[in-house]
């Protein structure tokens, strides 16, 4: 029998899910902390409740996609929670990318009430989740990750179960680090060569053909950074937040990560800048004050 879902956070990456798993059939009972999109989801057929408690009195399946920490404790665990709502026999899922210390806990709470939790943070930005094409990066039980596939299927393309509950998260944040770290150091060459008289548009064609090129290369220097357009896909401040989450888990298991730490740095003057609500490619905007160079002329100095 298909599961009645819960859905908790529609941001700019929950509502476009959401309406994914509508789309597939699915019976949908959504909180949201601003009345638009759940009105939203309302006229395609999901039900809105008034707390994520509210929420998982009615469903099978919880999901919630927030943006930290405190915010996933605060919908799962806290006064009016989800998981004061669940039955036992009931799944939690979080697709929130956080540190798996923190889902962790959280299932460890959840057991004593016979509730499953599984982390199942994704990759893809936004258009992925509104292609229905995200990455999903499962960990929990075998057993309950099989029972939470036709979801995840709805929402996403790549679709893969790591581990126990939190190595989704490591996985994920492992990822972001790596792609954080690329997009600072592209900022630095990209400013590099064209205070050293090198046109912006010449370094990305040739950089674009040769060893230097990815998938980040390719989809945020020529739309974003030569553009100077920076319509966040995935905000400056999250990847912040990704690249401090691989910075803790790093101290805890003594493993050194002088590289991350230093594009961390990035990120954090991005923010000092205000530009942290921007797209994650307007990392290269710290790195040109402190050249005091441009690649392109910027609106906003």
């Given amino acids: 029998m298909t599961p009645k879902i819960g859905f908790i956070g529609l941001g700019a990456m929950g509502l476009p899910m959401a309406k994914n798993l509508i789309k597939a059939g699915f019976d949908l009972t959504v909180y949201a902390r ?30 919630t996609i927030v943006t930290a920490d405190p915010d996933v404790r605060a ?10 709502g669940m039955k036992a026999g009931g799944i939690i899922v979080d697709m929130s990318t956080i540190s798996p210390m923190t889902i962790q806990e959280i299932a460890r ?75 600072a ?32 290369f390719q989809a945020r220097v020529g739309d974003f950074m030569l553009k100077d357009q920076f319509q966040p896909g995935f905000m400056l401040d999250l990847m912040k937040k990704d690249i401090g989450l691989a910075l803790e888990i790093g101290k805890t298991l003594s493993v050194p990560m002088p590289v991350g730490a230093a594009a961390y740095q990035h990120y954090a003057a991005g923010t000092s800048m205000g530009v942290g609500r921007e797209d994650f490619s307007a990392v290269c905007k710290a790195v040109e004050k402190m050249a005091g160079a441009q690649m392109v002329p910027r609106k906003n100095k």
């Fill in 75 to 84: 919908v799962i665990l806290g006064e009016g929670g989800a998981l004061a």
């Fill in 185 to 216: 150091v592209v900022s630095e060459a990209l400013v590099m060569g064209v205070k050293a008289g090198a046109d912006p548009e010449a370094l990305r064609q040739v950089i674009g053909v040769s060893s230097g090129n990815s998938n980040l």
């Fill in 34 to 63: 601003r009345p638009e999109p759940a009105a939203e989801v309302r006229a395609l057929g999901a039900r809105s409740a008034d707390s994520p408690r509210a929420v998982a009195e009615q469903v099978e399946v919880v999901i």
């Fill in 109 to 183: 709470i959840a057991e004593a009430k016979g509730v499953e939790v599984m982390d199942a943070p994704v990759s893809g930005g936004d258009t992925g989740a509104k292609a229905g094409t995200l990455t999903i990066i499962a960990g929990g039980k075998k057993g309950t990750f099989e029972r939470c596939r036709p979801i995840f299927e709805a929402m996403g393309k790549n679709i893969f179960h790591v581990g126990g509950v939190g190595v989704g998260q490591v996985v994920k944040i492992a990822n972001q680090v790596i792609g954080g770290t690329i997009l």
